[in-house]
């Protein structure tokens, strides 16, 4: 009976340490990942707010070169694009 109580004493003692170590590593990995978690969604957030800029102003130098390229268009070029050139009504 002396070994069976040693036995299970040093089986509680083997989960008693893995336990305790686990939960100061939960606290520290815990605390790393929400340290880390938060700059990635930092970094996130501004990458995001960058693509978005960029996007507009890529739709508006699109919008300016559209415009630029209707104002300089000819009077015969105009013609064509609205279906009046090439036509022998006139």
């Known amino acids: 009976m002396n070994q069976l ?11 008693v340490k893995p336990a305790k170590q686990v939960e100061e590593g939960n606290s520290l990995s815990d ?7 938060a700059k990635l ?4 957030n501004q990458l995001v707010s960058a ?6 102003e890529r739709q508006a130098q699109l919008a300016f070169e559209k415009k ?9 070029e105009l013609l064509d694009e609205y279906g009046f050139g ?3 009504k006139f």
């Open 31 to 37: 605390q790393l990942s929400s340290d880390i978690l």
């Open 51 to 56: 693509e978005q800029e960029k996007e507009e």
């Open 41 to 44: 969604k930092e970094t996130k």
């Open 86 to 88: 090439n036509s022998s």
């Open 5 to 15: 109580a040693k036995k299970k004493q040093r089986q509680q003692q083997q989960q």
């Open 68 to 76: 630029e390229k209707e104002k300089n268009k000819s009077f015969e």
